[in-house]
């Protein structure tokens, strides 16, 4: 059974940082494409970033310079660094899973930039 489970959100002030986690099981870890993405109240889920089985990463014009995306593959866990976080930067954060045809989800963790 394949599972990606994310954890690491939280409140956190405009301009703060967190770091999400999400840990795979039931899946070759290293030969996965992975990704995270957020879905914002009544908008649709949208990709932030992402990194190929070989390490190469890429982002989304809005997060570059501020969030780092790194896979350990030892440990089966993708992270998501969030820095200098904004409150449009509020969502839910999903991760996924990417290899071919085949594509699984997180649960997702909750994000939310306040003061």
């Known amino acids: 059974q394949v599972q990606l489970v994310e954890s690491g959100g939280g409140l956190v002030q405009p301009g703060g940082s967190l770091r999400l986690s999400c840990a795979a099981s039931g899946i070759i870890f290293s030969m996965y494409t992975m990704r995270w993405y957020v879905q914002a109240p009544g908008k649709q889920r949208e990709l932030v970033a992402g990194i190929s089985t070989g390490g190469t990463t890429a982002y989304v014009d809005s997060v570059k310079g501020r969030f780092t995306i790194s896979r350990d593959n030892a440990k089966n866990t993708v992270y998501l660094q969030m820095n200098s976080l904004k409150p449009e930067d509020t969502a839910v954060y999903y991760c996924?899973?990417?290899?071919?045809?085949?594509?699984?989800w997180g649960q997702g963790t909750q994000v939310t930039v306040s003061s």
């Open positions: 996924s899973a990417l290899k071919f045809s085949e594509t699984y």
